[in-house]
Nanobody, 119 residues
Framework: QVQLVESGGGLVQPGGSLRLSCAAS????????MAWYRQAPGKQRELVAT???????NYADSVKGRFTISRDNAKNTAYLQMNSLKPEDTAVYYC?????????????WGQGTQVTVSS
């Protein structure tokens, strides 16, 4: 099993910044791709950003230039630096990890952390 612990959410004013963290505790698994998703009230969960083990990144158009995903492979931790936040960024943010064991990939989700952008 892989457990994901997220932190860093909160309330911020428009134009502000937050940094989310996602620490993966693995037991016999190799952590591969890591990603952040978000889900706003009444909307479907959407992909925000992804990062591979070689630090190749991909972003949703809505966050390009404002959000940066990164990872520390030694700590199995992913980060999401969010700058120039907008009210429409308000959502529950979820960490997602692809973990591999014995050649089989498994998908894991974090519990979610609330990000609220409001004045």
């Amino acid at each position: 099993q892989v457990q994901l612990v997220e932190s860093g959410g909160g309330l911020v004013q428009p134009g502000g910044s937050l940094r989310l963290s996602c620490a993966a505790s693995e037991s016999g698994f190799s952590i591969n791709d890591m990603a952040w998703y978000r889900q706003a009230p009444g909307k479907q969960r959407e992909l925000v950003a992804t990062i591979t083990t070689r630090d190749t990144t991909n972003y949703a158009d809505s966050v390009k230039g404002r959000f940066t995903i990164s990872r520390d492979n030694a700590k199995n931790t992913a980060y999401l630096q969010m700058n120039s936040l907008k009210p429409e960024d308000t959502a529950v943010y979820y960490c997602n990890v692809l973990a591999v064991r014995l050649g089989i990939g498994h998908n894991y989700w974090g519990q979610g952390t609330q990000v609220t952008v409001s004045s």
